[in-house]
């Protein structure tokens, strides 16, 4: 019913910068809480940034001052602009949203796929 697409990961110096995008399609009425999660080999998966519908942010203490989340709601997308790459920053990016289906009071939490984002020299 609901796809989340990610987009952007890649292979980056450290000190480089990269920017995420994930677009939410489908059976959507609503999108409340839209977040970037990372998880690296041998590590559980863990929140990096989060943003809700007004604009509220919320950052892991690893990224803050460095990344930056972002949504424009019209397209149902969500952005992490991420600077100041460093090695421990290497991980599989994953996108989630909670989505309210069209049609229905229920709220579902999606994820992406996942785009992996690799610093090194």
């Known amino acids: 019913q609901v796809q989340l697409v990610e987009s952007g990961g890649g292979l980056v110096q450290p000190g480089g910068s990269l920017r995420l995008s994930c677009a939410a399609s489908?059976?959507?009425?609503?999108?409340?809480?839209m977040g970037w999660y990372r998880q690296a080999p041998g590590k559980q998966r863990e929140l990096v940034a989060a943003i809700t519908t007004s604009g509220s942010t919320n950052y892991a203490d690893s990224v803050k001052g460095r990344f930056t989340i972002s949504r424009d709601n019209a397209k149902n997308t969500v952005y992490l602009q991420m600077n100041s790459l460093k090695p421990e920053d290497t991980a599989v990016y994953y996108c989630?949203?909670?989505?309210?289906?069209?049609?229905?009071?229920?709220?579902?939490?999606?994820w992406g796929q996942g785009t992996q984002v690799t610093v090194s020299s």
């Open positions: 489908g059976s959507i009425f609503s999108i409340a809480t």
């Open positions: 989630a949203a909670s989505v309210t289906i069209r049609y229905s009071s229920s709220t579902w939490d999606y």
